[in-house]
């Protein structure tokens, strides 16, 4: 399969620059007038001269026979019309640069621009129908009048008259091939390097894309010479074609750059003394452009030469490295490659032809290199996909054991979390209860005066409420929210401040719905019921308000009185009572805030964070 494949890109790089160049044959019923006279004129004649003509064949370019000759030369052709009663066509197929086309004295067709800046039909063939009163019986006479300058190969091709329908199908003919064709490989390349612009914004390690980008863009620069009908933005002949010198030969470089890191090297001094030479090349361009313009040669044999050496050192790689995608590649470069051999053959004169294929087979290399590029993204994706496969299963063996893992530590957290849940509640019956009953217990044994039933009663509600507390913040955890537990300590103490005639008042703020955690909760009701009894017994208020919020993710309490106040840098009033409110906010995760003076009563607030399922 190879081996066809082989010889097939063979005989299709033999045969497509031999099948693109032929002329069109002649056809029965058509007459190619391929002699005639020149005589050169100033730019501003109006009419031909009378002495000076000299014989010519066409195709015919004056930079030989006067290559000095910067103006007009004026050519004259003859055809016999055996019937002027039916209409005839003709086809220019070539001139350059612009001209004016007279049939027996008569104009027919007159470019906008005769002089600097000189217009460029020569782009495209052209056809024109000639009728009566122009055609005449018997023999007829053709006047083109051609402005150009000896130094772009300036003249005159063949002239093609005959049956109307035959003239037009090769003017159609020719136009395919050196407009239509152009067009299409321009706007090809020009979509390709829009999308390797991509992958290079996207790669940018990958450098080749943005080479082959660069590249892109000096070609389509220079690929305008086939297809722009003016020198705009430039204002004569020579600046056009010195920056179209310029372009071909970075793009040249460029490319040759891009072929180079497509194999994956780097040749730094070569690389900055090609690029150093493309970017004099175009300074000289734009500051001496009749120089350049008139010695362009010079830059084509440059950037030439560095395309064939690029070329053949990536054929040399990929016959080495004998991978799939640098053989398609190199095989797509060698087309192009022999029809850059016709180009330059044309270019110098060596052979006569009007349709430079350069711009035309550009777009096999686009296949190539569409190819490469796929086959690199196919390959990767194989690795990729190889990869993943590799790591999936990694994945499900480390996914196995981590559940594993979770497991027994999800066990053991849960019997470590109601160990400490015990160790918490007998500390807190001890601390709180614990104690509270000890001094109840102490005040009854040692009284030091008698006991009042009443002092009994109230050092007996004050176990209750402490050990209701307890009970409260450690049963049914699950089912009662925040809310649920505030509300036995609000009716409480409401009841109580309510016997002292103190005025109370609760906010309760989002508070439905969040569960804190018995321990957590056990913390803020201890804080809440120690913070109201200092009130109670120490503040001598007429108002408390207790505000308890849930905002967004924190936890604002705020316990305010207007008693007696005192003194910040006092804790007397407060006993022990103080640092244990302290040590509550800290055990909540925030910091107490003591706001207070003599005479202006005490605030007691602080933020702490919500657990994150509260």
Not at 10 to 23: G, I, K, S, W
Not at 203 to 226: E, M, P
Not at 439 to 448: M, N
Not at 528 to 535: D, H, I, S
């Amino acid at each position: 399969m190879r081996a066809l494949l082989a010889l097939w890109l063979v005989c299709a790089m033999l045969a497509f620059p031999a099948f693109a160049q032929q002329p069109a044959p002649v056809v029965e019923g058509t007459i190619d007038l391929r002699s005639a006279d020149a005589a050169p004129a100033d730019w501003l004649s109006p009419l031909p001269p009378a002495e000076g003509w000299t014989p010519v064949e066409l195709v015919d370019t004056w930079d030989g026979r006067w290559p000095q000759h910067d103006g007009v030369v004026w050519y004259r052709l003859h055809w016999n019309q055996q019937n002027a009663d039916q209409p005839v066509g003709l086809l220019i197929d070539y001139v350059s640069s612009a001209y004016a086309l007279y049939v027996n004295g008569s104009v027919v067709y007159r470019d906008d621009r005769l002089v600097e800046p000189l217009s460029r039909a020569w782009i495209r063939p052209q056809y024109f129908l000639l009728d009566k009163p122009l055609l005449r019986q018997g023999e007829n006479t053709l006047w083109v009048r051609v402005s150009g300058l000896a130094a772009y190969q300036s003249g005159l091709g063949t002239v093609t008259v005959g049956a109307p329908a035959l003239v037009q199908a090769r003017q159609r003919q020719g136009e395919f091939w050196r407009y239509d064709m152009q067009l299409f490989g321009q706007s090809v390349g020009l979509v390709f390097g829009g999308l390797f612009l991509i992958l290079w914004l996207l790669r940018r390690k990958d450098t080749y894309y943005g080479w082959y980008v660069l590249c892109t863009l000096f070609w389509s620069l220079y690929s305008c010479n086939f297809v722009a009908y003016s020198p705009w933005p430039f204002d004569n002949t020579d600046a056009w074609e010195a920056v179209n010198a310029a372009a071909y030969a970075a793009a040249a470089v460029t490319f040759s750059i891009f072929l180079l890191r497509y194999a994956g090297h780097r040749w730094p001094r070569i690389e900055r003394t090609l690029l150093a030479l493309c970017v004099l090349l175009g300074i000289a361009a734009m500051a001496w452009p009749i120089w350049v313009g008139h010695h362009r040669a010079i830059a084509f044999v440059f950037g030439c030469s560095t395309y064939y050496v690029a070329v053949f050192g990536f054929v040399g790689y990929s016959l080495r490295r004998r991978r799939t995608d640098g053989y398609v590649l190199a095989a797509s470069l060698l087309i192009p490659l022999l029809v850059s051999a016709h180009d330059m053959l044309l270019f110098f004169g060596v052979i006569h032809d009007q349709t430079y294929l350069m711009t035309v087979t550009s777009p096999l290399t686009v296949i190539g290199m569409g190819f490469a590029l796929a086959y690199r993204f196919a390959a990767a994706m194989r690795r990729a996909e190889n990869f993943a496969a590799e790591l999936q299963r990694e994945v499900d063996v480390a996914t196995r054991q981590l559940t594993e893992t979770l497991g027994r530590e999800h066990h053991l957290a849960l019997n470590n979390a109601r160990i400490g849940e015990r160790l918490n509640l007998v500390r807190d019956l001890h601390d709180g209860f614990g104690g509270s009953l000890v001094a109840a217990i102490s005040a009854l044994e040692h009284p030091q005066r008698p006991t009042e039933p009443a002092r009994i009663v109230a050092t007996l509600k004050e176990l209750r409420d402490d050990l209701r507390l307890i009970i409260d913040t450690t049963t049914h955890e699950q089912d009662i929210d925040l809310a649920g537990l505030i509300a036995p300590l609000r009716h409480r103490w409401s009841d109580r401040f309510e016997a002292v005639a103190i005025e109370s008042s609760w906010t309760l703020e989002g508070v439905d719905g969040v569960r804190l955690g018995a321990m957590r909760v056990l913390e803020l009701l201890r804080f809440l019921q120690e913070a109201l009894t200092n009130v109670l017994k120490h503040s001598g208020a007429s108002q408390v308000h207790v505000s308890v919020r849930c905002v967004g993710e924190s936890l604002a309490v705020d316990v305010r009185d207007d008693g007696r106040g005192f003194d910040a840098g006092s804790t007397v009033p407060y006993g022990a009572g103080l640092p244990s409110l302290h040590a509550r906010a800290g055990r909540l995760g925030a910091t107490l805030q003591l706001t207070t003076s003599p005479g202006k009563g005490t605030r007691l607030n602080f933020d702490a964070p919500l657990p994150q399922n509260a």
